[in-house]
């Protein structure tokens, strides 16, 4: 079957903009929520011929679960059906009837911005729930018959100490979360988060490779799966808990992205929507695409591509037309040195060279 099997739906929406953060988010606009979606379903429909058999959706921000609940519901009806449909929620928006509304409207999967349980920490980050209101997201969501919750967890925030990741982790755990993704705090330059702890993020570079091990250690000893090299999922025999939609970016797929600073990669073409939400608005609501920048993607881009997304997975990457991005001579150095385990169609990091991750993958590209 031709077409993306991934759809990405983006809303912007924030009640307030963390100091770390650099994605398309917008503060202020609650009056504009309702032609937000016209324009989303707008944009659906002039794509729609590019999506095959729609198997994920995920609804991504910004602060999805601000939206206002009508335009939300509205939005959610219009999308199409998928085997797994994520919304992702800040803790302090999830309320008995928005659990409800998600619900009723098919996601199925919740992915919660929880990021720590220390106080201290959660204020460093500018984030508004406190650790109870993440137990309380969990539990609402679980009172509403939601059965594949994942937490967001930062590590290597100003601050914080290896006994307070060591708690965070053992606060997560004890919620059983079908999946956590646990992160390295990456404040980009320029955001008014560097500017403030720059000093602090430095000191704390030092400490990551370590954090790394110790979320890894206790995360797997803890019956999880570390399926990709920042998630983990628990062991079910019944379902498979990785995240899907993510699965799919991480394996090459097409993906279709709508909504204001959406990525879309759909057959040997990629492109952004432009960030403007003015803009982005005014094009829709004219019945044209919105503005785009489009991303060159020769065939070498999309092998290496390919090569350092693959890689970072627990499962062996097929070969089949990747050779040429290789460097042979790396691989076989790599190879001795214990950190790549190579078969002769197939390509994996052993355990040591994942927690060395992307300098490994590097050393392997042409």
């Known amino acids: 079957m031709?077409?993306?099997h991934h759809l990405y739906v983006h809303l912007p929406f924030c009640a307030?903009?963390?100091?770390?953060?650099?994605?398309?988010?917008?503060?202020?606009?609650d009056h504009h929520h309702g032609a937000y979606v016209d324009a989303l379903l707008t944009e659906l429909e002039l794509e729609r011929d590019l999506l095959g058999g729609v198997e994920t959706v995920f609804l991504g921000g910004g602060t999805p679960t601000v939206t206002e609940p009508a335009a939300l519901a509205r939005l959610l009806a219009g999308l199409p059906h998928a085997g797994e449909t994520t919304i992702e929620a800040n803790p302090e928006t999830v309320t008995p009837d928005l659990a409800a509304l998600l619900r009723e409207h098919g996601v199925n999967r919740v992915s919660l911005g929880a990021q720590s349980f220390q106080p201290h920490l959660l204020e460093m980050l500018e984030r508004r729930a406190r650790p109870e209101d993440v137990r309380a997201?969990?539990?609402?969501?679980?009172?509403?018959?939601?059965?594949?919750?994942?937490?967001?967890?930062?590590y290597g925030i100003p601050g914080q100490s290896a006994a307070d990741l060591e708690r965070d982790?053992?606060?997560?755990?004890?919620?059983?979360p079908e999946?956590?993704?646990?992160?390295?705090?990456?404040?980009?330059?320029?955001?008014?988060?560097?500017?403030?702890?720059?000093?602090?993020?430095?000191?704390?570079?030092?400490?990551?490779?370590?954090?790394?091990?110790?979320?890894?250690?206790?995360?797997?000893?803890?019956g999880y799966r570390w399926y990709e090299t920042a998630n983990f999922c628990r062991a079910d025999d019944a379902r498979d808990l990785r995240a899907h939609h993510n699965l799919g970016y991480w394996l090459g797929r097409d993906y279709l992205g709508i909504g204001v600073g959406a990525v879309s990669?759909?057959?040997?073409?990629?492109?952004?929507?432009?960030?403007?939400?003015?803009?982005?608005?005014?094009?829709?609501?004219?019945?044209?695409?919105?503005?785009?920048?489009?991303?060159?993607?020769?065939?070498?881009?999309?092998?290496?591509?390919?090569i350092l997304l693959g890689l970072r997975l627990d499962e062996p990457l097929p070969l089949a037309g990747l050779g040429a991005a290789l460097d042979h001579d790396a691989l076989a150095r790599l190879t001795r040195q214990g950190l790549v385990a190579a078969a002769h169609d197939t390509l994996a990091l052993t355990r040591r060279g994942r927690f060395l991750g992307g300098g490994v993958t590097a050393d392997l590209l042409v």
């Not at 982005?280 to 999309?302: F, I, N, S």
């Open 137 to 154: 997201a969990v539990w609402t969501l679980r009172e509403a018959g939601f059965d594949n919750v994942s937490l967001d967890l930062i």
């Open 179 to 222: 999946h956590l993704s646990c992160y390295e705090l990456e404040a980009k330059p320029g955001t008014r988060f560097t500017h403030a702890h720059g000093e602090e993020l430095e000191r704390q570079a030092d400490a990551m490779e370590d954090y790394f091990e110790r979320v890894v250690e206790v995360l797997t000893g803890a």
């Open 169 to 176: 982790l053992d606060e997560a755990i004890a919620l059983e």
């Open 2 to 4: 031709t077409g993306a």
């Open 265 to 306: 990669t759909v057959a040997g073409a990629r492109w952004r929507n432009a960030p403007s939400l003015p803009r982005y608005l005014a094009a829709v609501q004219g019945g044209e695409r919105p503005q785009r920048e489009l991303e060159p993607l020769d065939g070498a881009t999309q092998a290496r591509e390919r």
């Open 16 to 29: 307030h903009r963390c100091g770390y953060c650099d994605f398309v988010t917008v503060v202020g606009w």
